[in-house]
């Protein structure tokens, strides 16, 4: 395997299908999706290497509910109504406080309304992810939304948010259409105040972010870019919930931007965007971040394997148009993404932690609306990224305080306790689940159980790795308890294998 220090002159060449066993698969299936149990990794294992990639990245095929654009409700935060207008027009005009104080009601409960939608939203989404056959699709999902990101916090309407999501579903594999998609997004709109951008007074901020945050990178346009593709998105806004285009506000002049000349629009600027020679490299650079390893977000801090990953990355980019599908199965297929400098090196963000967590260990998701919580106490408010920069990751993503609530929430998820006692006989029968649903053949009812290979087993899957000092005191403690057969000693197993600082890996 190629390693940081001696890097391969193909590191990005197929594994070879006999290398492809349980812990190729497990790492497979938590940075394609979100992890799997113990008969998901072994199926993948039957299935070979091509296979699994072309089942994961080629999602859709394999059938799941699709989003429904009524599952939330789209009024809640509607415009008003040409009478309402008129007669809040009319009150002002009279000074008729009674009646504006019901309109200021009125907006009120509105927003009200809408941030109980938010958190509902919150919840959906994640229980999606936690349900879906289809990982990878919810994965990108995640990753687009890191990086086009826009909070609720400013966009205060919850049903574009969810528009928004959806659209980075459909468009999960397709970065073009997504750039031209999101110049259209009222989200986005909203969030970065391209809704006053017009000709008369042109606002820059989506230009100027979509360049630096979502395309090309620092450093890679200059000041007239930004003022000339700001020209360029003049009069894309938004009525309700539908972008509109208001031509009188477009600037129809000739424009020069990234290198291209005319009367360029928000699709000529988008164009302009993914023609550039920075763009590739970028947008491998952050797909490669979020797959691969935790490393900078500009090309220019990558060095050895990383910068030739990306390379290569950039130019699978390049000559599928911006499909991520081909350059995802040369990625998920490479020797290096199963090298040990790639598995298990990776901190798991709190959606992975969370989600990976039920869809691995098989754990109930007991309260949504708890989880969505404690993933916001954990750094990660979905929907709610801090900045348009979005999340940090990486090591930002471990403090006192976060390891706290992440050892708190999977005590939570395997028990159905919030705290306490984690000795391993001590859970109240009806708390807990039985961790055989992940493992079905971890007690094999033909032969004797042995505690050692029982943690084995148990830190396979939560862990990918056996730590043998781990191990030995586990079992020690398992038949001080009791032994593997009784029934509290499995979960109470996990709890503290999940405790572990590996867990937090993956």
Same mark, same amino acid.
């Given at each position: ?15 070879? &299908? ?32 091509? &296979? ?25 935060? *509607? ?24 309109? *200021? ?44 990101? /826009? ?13 928004? %999501?959806?659209?980075?579903?459909? %468009? =999960? ?67 309700? $919930? ?8 477009? $600037? ?8 291209? !000349? ?9 164009? =302009? ?38 390379? *290569? ?51 109930? &998701?007991?309260?949504? %609306? ?47 306790? /919030? ?6 006989? *001590? ?19 033909? !032969?004797?159980?042995? &505690? ?35 029934? %509290? ?18």
């Amino acid at each position: 395997m190629p390693t940081q220090t001696q890097p391969a002159r193909d590191l990005l060449d197929p594994l070879p &299908a006999d290398q492809f066993g349980y812990t190729q698969a497990r790492h497979l299936l938590w940075r394609a999706g979100f992890g799997g149990t113990d008969l998901q990794i072994n199926a993948l294992v039957e299935m070979g290497l091509d &296979a699994a990639v072309s089942l994961l990245v080629d999602y859709e095929n394999i059938p799941f509910e699709p989003d429904r654009r009524d599952a939330f409700d789209k009024d809640i935060m *509607r415009p008003l109504s040409q009478e309402e207008q008129r007669a809040r027009r009319i009150a002002a005009v009279r000074r008729d406080e009674d009646s504006l104080a019901r309109f *200021r009601e009125m907006r009120q409960q509105a927003q009200r309304d809408d941030r109980r939608q938010m958190r509902e939203i919150q919840a959906w989404w994640l229980s999606r992810m936690i349900q879906t056959t289809r990982p990878l699709e919810e994965k990108l999902t995640l990753f687009w939304h890191g990086h086009f990101a /826009t909070s609720y916090r400013s966009v205060e309407d919850s049903y574009h948010m969810y528009q928004q %999501n959806r659209m980075f579903r459909g %468009n =999960a594999k397709d970065y073009a259409g997504l750039l031209r998609g999101i110049i259209r997004d009222p989200a986005m709109l909203r969030y970065l105040n391209n809704n006053q951008n017009r000709k008369a007074d042109p606002n820059e901020n989506l230009a100027r972010e979509i360049m630096e945050l979502f395309s090309l990178g620092e450093g890679n346009y200059t000041e007239r870019d930004i003022k000339e593709g700001a020209r360029a998105l003049t009069g894309y806004t938004f009525e309700d $919930d539908a972008f509109v285009f208001r031509e009188q506000q477009h $600037d129809t002049g000739n424009k020069q931007v990234l290198g291209a !000349r005319g009367p360029i629009d928000g699709d000529g600027f988008v164009t =302009a965007i993914l023609r550039h020679k920075s763009c590739a490299p970028y947008m491998a650079t952050r797909l490669y971040r979020f797959f691969v390893a935790d490393v900078g977000s500009q090309p220019d801090q990558l060095e050895g394997v990383h910068a030739t990953a990306v390379r *290569r990355l950039a130019d699978e980019l390049r000559r599928y148009n911006y499909r991520l599908d081909r350059p995802l199965k040369t990625l998920f297929r490479s020797r290096y993404f199963y090298s040990d400098d790639v598995i298990g090196q990776k901190i798991k963000s709190p959606a992975e932690l969370v989600v990976g967590s039920i869809r691995s260990l098989g754990v109930p &998701a007991r309260d949504l %609306n708890l989880l969505v919580t404690s993933m916001e106490r954990m750094g990660q408010n979905l929907f709610f990224p801090p900045s348009v920069k979005g999340w940090d990751g990486g090591r930002a993503w471990i403090n006192t305080a976060t390891m706290f609530v992440r050892q708190n929430t999977l005590m939570y998820l395997i028990s159905g306790q /919030t705290g306490g006692n984690t000795r391993l006989a *001590r859970f109240r029968r009806g708390e807990i689940y039985d961790p055989r649903q992940a493992i079905p053949l971890l007690l094999d009812p033909d !032969r004797p159980a042995d &505690a050692h290979e029982v943690v084995g087993k148990l830190m396979d899957l939560a862990m990918g790795r056996r730590e043998p000092l781990a191990m030995d005191v586990l079992a020690s403690a398992a038949l001080e308890n009791g032994g593997v057969e009784n029934g %509290n000693v499995l979960p109470g197993l996990l709890i503290l294998i999940t405790s572990m600082p590996e867990y937090q890996l993956c």
